[in-house]
């Protein structure tokens, strides 16, 4: 099995200024490898069938992707309308700045499919191709953002996947994303 990391998920996990709430330790180029020379800990079943999660124990001093929302640090709170890239529309997020966040027990890889990545115009040569990476303290999921859930079901035109929205995940997904925020 062959692993390629796409140039969707390249900018959002390696950014061109290194920022501290990306992956760590590493190129981009060394994430591949590592993800091409070691098997996962543990893989697990996707939202859809072109899609799954390797879970590797966390290698690097990346820390975790999401932090808790307390009363302590609910001002700490911050919000706009942004793009994950040129071709999107933005949509509203939240992250905590100024908190302090634990490394990482896990790094959750998400890969999609070859065909899924031709289907959005994304064509790779691998069977695989890392779209992105959850930062965890267990070897699970974070449920995927309620407002990536209705960019996926608007298709592959709005940037989404073209997979509907499963509204019973919908609702598990906002009860975490009400309780956690990402930090930056």
């Known amino acids: 099995m062959s692993i390629y990391l796409t140039p969707f998920a390249r ?3 390696f950014p061109r200024t290194p920022r501290p709430n990306t992956i760590q330790d590493c190129s981009a180029e060394q994430f591949e490898q590592y993800l091409n020379a070691n098997a996962a800990d543990v893989v697990l079943d996707g939202y859809a069938p072109f899609c799954k999660l390797h879970v590797y124990r966390n290698w690097t001093s990346t820390r975790c992707l999401t932090v808790p929302v307390t009363d302590e640090n609910r001002h ?5 309308y942004e793009a994950r890239n040129r071709d999107e529309l933005p949509v509203l997020v939240r992250w905590f700045e100024g908190v302090d966040v634990p490394v990482a027990n896990y790094l ?8 899924q990545l031709q289907k959005e115009g994304s064509p790779i040569d691998a069977d695989w191709g890392v779209v992105g990476c959850l930062y965890t303290a267990t070897p699970e999921e974070i449920p995927m953002a309620p407002i990536t859930m209705m960019r996926n079901a608007l298709g592959v ?9 499963d509204r019973a995940a919908y609702q598990r997904a906002v009860e975490f ?4 925020a990402n930090w930056r």
């Open 157 to 165: 035109e709005e940037g989404g996947s073209g997979v509907p929205i």
């Open 177 to 180: 994303w009400e309780a956690n």
């Open 76 to 80: 700490l709170l911050r919000s706009a």
């Open 108 to 115: 959750v890889v998400i890969l999609y499919s070859r065909e």
């Open 11 to 13: 900018p959002r996990l």
